[in-house]
């Protein structure tokens, strides 16, 4: 077990809506990042939150957007929720923000928007 | 544009056999690279990495192959065991680009059969 937990588990949404969703870090990881992973497809990397202030984005237009907190938790946030934000959204913490620093997965929030 | 490939959306292998699953990748500047594996339900879990500058790393069952000249790298898993049965997902990085976060494959199905 990783120690990371998401939720909700499951969430279904309607096209314009917005969304939050939530992960808590195993303590003392002062990174987290955020995936987006659709049907057939691996993750992909929509940004990572360092002590509390964004470091790095991937390809997601702003209404994606985060939150960190200082208890190790954090969220994301996506506004005006289009069909194909469907997906599963996994959140990642790890101790540091280098590439060798493993990066522990929760088990993801499973957003399906109609 | 796929950065990462993982051509075998699945892959049968009976216990005790070798299993190997292969990853290519078209980016030059990526030089460090992982293997993780993922149960349903779940979120991935990371199994073993290799930096550029080494060309084979071992950790008990589980050989990762650099071939840079190539951009390809594989997995070996010997001997293949029932609990292997997951997907296997290939990422890739930029040694000093940590908050650029990690480019997936879309996963290889690997089964192993009794």
């Known amino acids: 077990e990783t120690g990371v937990t998401q939720s909700p588990t499951h969430l279904i949404k309607t096209r314009g809506q917005q969304v939050t969703l939530r992960c808590s870090s195993q303590?003392?990881?002062?990174?987290v990042s955020w995936y987006q992973q659709a049907l057939g497809q691996g993750p992909q990397f929509i940004f990572q939150y360092y002590r509390e202030e964004e470091n790095g984005r991937g390809n997601f237009p702003p209404r994606f957007s985060g939150l960190q907190f200082p208890n190790y938790s954090s969220e994301l946030n996506v506004n005006a929720l289009e069909l194909d934000d469907s997906a599963l959204y996994l959140c990642a913490s790890s101790p540091g923000t280098r590439v060798g620093d493993t990066q522990y997965f929760g088990p993801g929030t499973r957003l399906t928007v109609l | 544009d796929q950065q990462v490939k993982q051509n075998s959306p699945s892959l049968s292998v009976q216990e005790g056999r070798i299993s190997i699953l292969n990853c290519d990748y078209t980016?030059?500047?990526?030089?460090?690279f992982l293997w993780y594996k993922k149960y349903p339900a779940e979120g991935p879990t990371f199994l073993i990495s290799?930096?550029?500058?080494?060309d084979k790393n071992e950790d008990g069952r589980f050989t990762v192959f650099l071939n840079k000249s190539a951009k390809h790298l594989s997995l070996h898993i010997v001997p293949s065991q029932p609990g292997d049965s997951a997907v296997y997902f290939c990422?890739?990085?930029?040694?000093?680009?940590?908050?650029?976060?990690?480019?997936f494959g879309k996963g290889t199905h690997l089964i192993i059969q009794p």
């Open positions: 980016n030059s500047m990526f030089d460090y």
């Open positions: 303590s003392g990881h002062n990174t």
């Open positions: 290799i930096s550029s500058i080494k």
């Open positions: 990422a890739a990085s930029v040694m000093g680009g940590g908050a650029d976060g990690l480019t």
